[in-house]
Structures are given as C-alpha cells and as structure tokens.
C-alpha cells in the first residue's frame, strides 16, 4: 500500500463518457472527493458526435439492448425503443449525469496532457496549462479515439480516397460513388449497410468467418432472448447453443460469398445487424474477401477478382492507448493494458483503467458498471475514510475493532460478501434487483484471480476475528460461485 492510501483520497478521472460517469456517480455516493477531466466541452463520450474523433455517424444504434445495457438504477426511458440511436444514448447520457450531480465536480473543456507519480502521488497537467494533484488516477478515455490503419501494397499510389470508418458520419457521403468498406465488426456491416442504400455499387470486405446476427429473436431483443429466453411460438424448441441457433434462424453465409463462420457465436464481440443480409439478399451490396493490393483507381483482392473503386472507408478497429500515463507504468500485452479483475493497474498502487477491455455481452453495464465497485471497495481508496461506514466487503479499520460475532453482523457480513464477491468479479448475483446471470460471459477471470479474491477475503476475515466456523461458511459460499465465475484458463 502506498504512503497516499492514508491520507484523504482525492481521485482524477479521466474521461467523461460512460466509464468516467458511472465511476464518478461511485465516488461520490461512497463520499470520496473526485475531479472527473474531459477535454470535450460536454459530457457523453463518443455518442456525442461533435466530441472530436467521435466515431459516431448518423445511423448508428446501440448493439445491446435498452433492458440490458443501462446504468444501474436509472434506466432508459419507456418510449426509447428497443436499440436506441445515438442521439437518444446522448441525451440519456447526459440526463444521467445531470441526475446524479456529475456536472457538479466535472471540469469541461480541457484535457489530461500528462500525468505523473512523484512520490506516490498523481502529479497532472491539463492541456490548458492548469495543475492538479490527486491519491489516485482512474483512465477511463475510451477505446476508440485512435483510428487503427492497415497497409496494403499500393495504398499510397491509389487514386481514389481511403479513410479510416470513424472519419463517416452521413450517408450523403457515398452519393454516386463506388464505395469499399473493408471490416466487418458492428460499425463495418452498419456503414455498408448506408452504402447499399446510397452507394452507386457497395462491397464489403471480410477477412475472416463471422456470424450476422439478428437484433431480435422471435420478437424478443437479442440479449434478453439469450439472457432470459422467451416466449417460443408453439410447437418450435431451439437449439441450446447460439451458434446452431443463429444458423438455423440466417441459413448459411457462404451462398452470399462470405467465409463459412471460424468460431462460436459468442466468442468474440458479436456482429448485430438484421440488414446485412437483406442487402445481400437484395444484391445491394458484394461479399469480397481480404484486399491484395492497391493498383492505381483498382483494388485487387485475394481471390483474383477486382473491382475499380472511389472510396475505401477501413472500419479495421482502434489502438488502445492512455497517452497521458508513462507506458511501462502499465504492462501491455497484444495491445491491451493488463489489468486484475479488468480495473486495477497490476503494477502501480493508486492507478486504475475503465473500459479497457472487449465483452461480448453489453459494455455501458457489464464492463463499466460492475467494475466501479471494485475500487470503492479497494482499502486503497476507501481506507479510514472518516464517514463511511462501509464501502463494500471492506470496513475501516476504527469500526473494525469494535466488531463482534454476533448472528447479525455476521449474517450483514454474509450479504457483504456475496456482493462484493458478485461485483468483484461480476458473478451471479443480484444487484438492484437486476439478475447478474449473464454478467460474468466472457469476463476472463482465471482461477488464481478468484484464489487472490478468496485470498484477500480470507485475510479481512482473519483480521476482523470472525471465528473459524463462519469464516468457513463464507467462504464455502463464495467457493461455490467459481465454477460460473472463471471463464478462463
Ligand atoms: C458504433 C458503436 C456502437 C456501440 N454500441 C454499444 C452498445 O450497444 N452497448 C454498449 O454497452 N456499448 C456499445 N459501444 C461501446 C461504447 O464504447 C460504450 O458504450 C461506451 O461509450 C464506452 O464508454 P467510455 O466512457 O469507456 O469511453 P468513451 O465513450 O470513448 O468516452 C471517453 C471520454 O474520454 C475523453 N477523453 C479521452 N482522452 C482524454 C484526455 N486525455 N483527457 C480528458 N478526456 C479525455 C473523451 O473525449 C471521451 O469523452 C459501442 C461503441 C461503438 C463505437
């Protein structure tokens, strides 16, 4: 623990999109003094789409549905529909943020150039010049603000335009014009999708084998149908696993020239999007595979066919980057900083990041909002804070001292462990009602994360007295949570 932990806890955050809010809206609920930075003069993060960099473009819909992408205890309002667009999550954004007094302690309008340890503490500079210091830092700037580019032989000597996909906004754009979008992910299959309707000829590139999947199931939003299942029209069973599911509901993508899907349905972030395949249906846009190379207003492609081109838009994905903090402070790994439990900094003390990570599941709750609760409920944050008599599973000391075994605190300490475990690590819990079922898919947690969970549990038993036979109980509570906890190794 570092010598700041002790003193008052003042935490920066950086970032004023969802992470940054829903972080914020953690702090000052457990009382602890924040300043959240956002070098946009609003707060929303990339769906506002004047925020500069922002890859939003004018059809763009959420991925996940309203009912299970939201922040907790706030949710969208009843007339938005299923798959709100970006104008609406703005706005809901924002509402949010007004509602929990977030403005209150956000400064607006400039950024975090850089900031630096010096002696335990956060030394910040902001792009206008003004200082800060803070106990702790939370990098909560996004994923997508730095436009990932490939290099294919000729590029340089193409004649027509090439663009990464997060410089596309309006469908207007591709008016007369023969329009490449190479990548599939959501925003690739959503961009060809404008170009099929506005293009004079679309194509799609696609390296890889994915599976297209509808937004609804039966009637029933995507997430819920598998998160819930719902109502089957009678006579008609499913199949159990998504893949075989969504197959039997699309049929088979190879009639369309795409590559036969290389990996299960939820294995990596799912392509939501019921128009791709009427376009392809509709011969409104081409199935091309992986491009070759560039030849003057040509692109070539691996399969010996070419097509003469105007515009290239690459929708080939970001870096991720935390430019302001020293690099080797956190340890990358194939690009991603590697974090425990997904939020703490494996190598400095006081230094956390959010929403670093890619989920197949909803990222505005199931990465964002179960997280924050993992640093409230770091003693690093929230020791000896004077006023808050418990932040999670961890007490303060003081009050600590004078605890005692009886069945009532013991059984408060019962629920306090379930649910830090069950935010800890996003298990299957309850949280505000909410079932959490679903939260933990595709998390990563591996088995010595959970043993340094049940390590650092043990160790607050043991320091609080509680006497062996309830310890065991607690713990034998928690254990039996790892099977639907570690997802991996
Ligand atoms: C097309 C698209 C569709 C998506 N659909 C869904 C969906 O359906 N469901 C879902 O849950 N998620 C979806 N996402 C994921 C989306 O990224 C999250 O919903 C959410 O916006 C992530 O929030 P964030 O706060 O981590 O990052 P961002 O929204 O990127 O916010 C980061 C903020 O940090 C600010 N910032 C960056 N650097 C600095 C700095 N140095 N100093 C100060 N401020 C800085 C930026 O200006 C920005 O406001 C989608 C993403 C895209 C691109």
Redo the contacts with the bound molecule.
Sequence with gaps: MTETAHSAAHVGI????????IMARALRAAGIEYEL????TE?????DPE?PGS??YES?H???SKYT?YFYGYPMPEHYPDYPGYRQLRDYIRAFAAEYGLYDRATLGT???SAELVDGRWQVELTDGQRREYTHLVC??????EPNLPNYRGQDTFTGELRHSSTFRFPAEFADRRVLVVGAG??GV?IACDAALNASAAFLSVRRGYRFIPKHIFGVPLDVFINEGGELPAGITVPEDPSALIDALVGDLTRYGLPAPDHAALASHPIVNDQIIHHLNHGNITAKGDVKEFRGDTVLFADGSSEKIDLVLFATGYEYSI??VREDLFEWSHGHPQLYLNIFNRRVDNLYA??FIEFAD????A??EDFTPRVIADPRVNWERNGVSHGGFFTRQSSSANWRPTPENVARLKKHLIQFLSLATGGPAKYDGKDMKGAHANMRISNPEFDAVIGDLKASLDKQQIPNKEQKELLAIVESTRPQIVTQR
């Design positions: 950086v970032g004023g999109g969802p992470s940054g809010l930075i956002e070098r946009h707060l929303g993060g990339i769906w925020n890859p939003m763009a959420f991925i996940s992408s950024g975090v150039a909560a700037n996004g994923v997508t603000w959501n925003s959503d430019p302001y959010l929403g909803a990222a505005l709750t990465i964002i």
